[in-house]
T-cell receptor
Framework: KAGVTQTPRYLIKTRGQQVTLSCSPI?????VSWYQQTPGQGLQFLFE???????NKGNFPGRFSGRQFSNSRSEMNVSTLELGDSALYLC????????????FGSGTRLTVV | DAKTTQPTSMDCAEGRAANLPCNHS???????VYWYRQIHSQGPQYIIH???NNETNEMASLIITEDRKSSTLILPHATLRDTAVYYC?????????????????FGQGTILTVHP
């Protein structure tokens, strides 16, 4: 079956701009989580969506937001980009109640200049 | 979620067993031990998880001590493709008050290098 698809794979943006990243989960998976990975902070949880509702949120500023659509596809948005937002953004999907079956995508590499 | 401690790096010869330790001395009764790995430039990959019994699947074995304060991930016959960062994560089940929905708390992990 198809895996978790994240688009785009690479992105370069300028400080102050905003960006939207997309994640298509595995078919049938209703939970989508987002993570940020940087060399300094490692992998950090951003938020999780299930059935179009945000169920959990990490410790990130309000500039980071997300949403989930009825087909379970998810987007995350970062407004007013800062240099420190340069990172690999990873999306993971899982079945309802399937707390071990998180499947990650390959990520979107965002560079802010 | 309980904190985990792993060695920063380990080496292993190809074909030999790789034993990766993890300490989680503050683990609670309803918390599971999960292992993920991340190969360079890819997203993390689920390996195995367990509560208190030893577990085995096609990728690895997980040995959890009787007091559950530590565990060991065993790759029985390491290959060069097993070179990766291995993360030990302790996490409550999904229904534990909703605090763990979707959330995996990754530490720094262990960099495993498999040598020819």
């Amino acid at each position: 079956k198809a895996g978790v698809t994240q688009t785009p794979r690479y992105l370069i943006k300028t400080r102050g701009q905003q960006v939207t990243l997309s994640c298509s989960p595995i078919s049938g998976h209703r939970s989508v989580s987002w993570y940020q990975q940087t060399p300094g902070q490692g992998l950090q949880f951003l938020f999780e969506y299930f059935s179009e509702t945000q169920r959990n949120k990490g410790n990130f500023p309000g500039r980071f937001s997300g949403r989930q659509f009825s087909n379970s596809r998810s987007e995350m948005n970062v407004s007013t980009l800062e240099l420190g937002d340069s990172a690999l953004y990873l999306c993971a999907s899982s079945l309802i109640g399937d707390f071990y079956g998180y499947t990650f995508g390959s990520g979107t590499r965002l560079t802010v200049v | 979620d309980a904190k985990t401690t792993q060695p920063t790096s380990m080496d292993c010869a190809e074909g030999r067993a790789a034993n990766l330790p993890c300490n989680h001395s503050t683990i609670s009764g309803n918390e599971y031990v999960y292992w993920y790995r991340q190969i360079h430039s890819q997203g993390p990959q689920y390996i195995i998880h367990g509560l208190k019994n030893n577990e085995t699947n096609e990728m690895a074995s997980l040995i959890i001590t009787e007091d559950r304060k530590s565990s060991t991930l065993i790759l029985p016959h390491a290959t060069l493709r097993d070179t990766a960062v291995y993360y030990c994560i302790v996490r409550a089940s999904q229904g534990a008050g909703g605090t763990s929905y979707g959330k995996l708390t990754f530490g720094q992990g262990t960099i495993l290098t498999v040598h020819p």
